[in-house]
């Protein structure tokens, strides 16, 4: 194919047959477009031996607004190769890439047809044993191998410059860290809570560390994140997790990959205040959720930690003195990240479902006003926090 164009699902059978042997005769393919993502097209492909393949292909503009807001396709190539590192990094919670068109803008991927989007499932009550460990691995690995403890100086900056993603680098610093402390006509507050989204706008000391966090964001190119590591982005079973939707990836702070999803557990378990009436079940839901924080956090750690002890070639970082000093600050930019994420997600532009699902509309109020305030306290008292129990312990307080 020639051109970009945006694909039919003709197209997409036929790019689907043409870069899969799985297929054979894209004629007799069957094929739907059922996207429920933000900015770009998903389409299913299969057989009628119920093979099927996924086809992700990036619109010129971000689909939930339209063509008046115009976004580079080249977010279809940063999606391909960061989604292809990470999965040599870590094969078993990374969704697989078989091809990619850069001049399409389209990605040819496995269908994760057996697996669920974590936030509805944990939306549901649903719990999974092994969702923290499993993330904390997949994160601890992925970052290790792209930050400077695994690559010579040379390769990372070539690395860095692969993974610029400056258009969607600036909607994260929009949406993330400037709309939500003033008020922007892209927010999106309810009435119930407007007098707490005010407090936002004139609160300086937050918004004073708010600018650290973002300049942070700007200028510490510490590893290749995923860049999106919210629920939806996640994929689960009763077996395994994958991640997918790596198109904000680029080289930023490590604690904000681990803070979004950090923010997300944070706000499942903020929602079933309202989501779940029946106090026990509530709880043990909730329970579930703070034990899986304080696992991913340890976990993380912990893998992490050894890759620099057994891993690193580089004799100036094999201090162990500077790598806890490294940790630490990686779990206040985590706590800082995820601060950032719970706010965000109550007065910005993009909510979620975990508190938009409240039904009725004062209690969901109350739900966002104490996302509000545990995000507000997690930003300030980031580098005061000592370590994930005393994290969970100022959650258990709200
Ligand atoms: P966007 O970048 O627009 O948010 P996503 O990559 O999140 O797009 O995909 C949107 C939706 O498409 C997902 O929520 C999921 O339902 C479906 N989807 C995406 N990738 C896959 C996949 N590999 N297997 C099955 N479903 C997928
Ligand atoms: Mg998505
Ligand atoms: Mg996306």
């Not at 982005?233 to 904000?248: G, H, M, V, Y």
């Not at 500077?322 to 630490?328: A, K, N, T, V």
Request: with cysteine.
């Amino acid at each position: 194919m020639a051109d970009y164009r945006t694909f039919t699902t003709e197209d997409a059978k036929r790019f689907a047959d043409e870069h899969s042997t799985l297929f054979g005769d894209h004629s007799k393919l069957h094929c739907e477009e059922f996207g429920d993502g933000n900015l770009n097209l998903v389409f299913r492909v299969s057989n009628d031996k119920g093979t099927s393949l996924i086809v992700k292909q990036a619109l010129p503009y971000a689909r939930c607004v339209g063509e008046s807001w115009p976004l580079t396709i080249d977010r279809a190539r940063i999606e391909a190769e960061v989604l292809i590192k990470h999965r040599k990094l870590c094969p078993e919670h990374t969704v697989e890439v078989l091809y990619h068109d850069p001049v399409q803008a389209a990605i040819l991927m496995e269908d994760l047809d057996d697996y669920r989007i974590l936030r509805a499932e944990l939306i549901a009550g649903k719990q999974f044993p092994h969702l923290a460990t499993q993330l904390a691995a997949y994160l601890a690995h992925t970052l290790y191998y792209t930050s400077d403890f695994a690559l010579t100086g040379p390769n990372k900056k070539q690395q860095v410059g692969r993974f610029l993603n400056p258009e969607l680098c600036l909607i994260t610093e929009d949406l993330f860290f400037t709309d939500p402390y003033c008020n922007h006509e892209r927010n999106n507050v309810h009435a119930e809570i407007r007098s707490d989204a005010q407090q936002l706008w004139h609160d300086e000391a937050l918004q004073a560390d708010v600018a650290q966090l973002k300049v942070n964001f700007l200028s510490k190119p510490q590893a290749l994140l995923h860049g999106d590591v919210h629920s939806g982005s996640i994929f689960i079973n009763d077996e395994n997790c994958k991640l997918i939707d790596a198109e904000f990836g680029f080289y930023g702070p490590i604690g904000f990959d681990v803070g979004s999803l950090l923010g997300n557990l944070l706000l499942n378990y903020l929602g079933h205040f309202g989501l779940t009436a029946d106090a026990d079940i509530r709880q043990q839901h909730q329970a579930y959720l703070l034990e899986q924080i304080q696992t991913l956090w340890q976990a993380f750690a912990t893998n992490f930690q050894q890759l620099m002890s057994n891993e690193c070639r580089e004799p100036s970082l094999q201090n162990s003195l500077y790598q806890q000093r490294f940790m630490q600050q990686v779990f206040a930019d985590t706590l800082g990240y995820a601060g950032c994420e719970l706010i965000r997600r109550t007065v910005g532009l993009a909510h979620v479902a975990d508190l938009e699902q409240i039904s009725d509309s004062a209690t969901r109020g109350q739900s966002e006003r104490k996302a509000l305030k545990l995000g507000r306290e997690l930003i300030l008292q980031r580098a005061s926090l000592a370590n994930i129990e005393q994290v969970i312990a100022l959650v258990r307080y709200q």
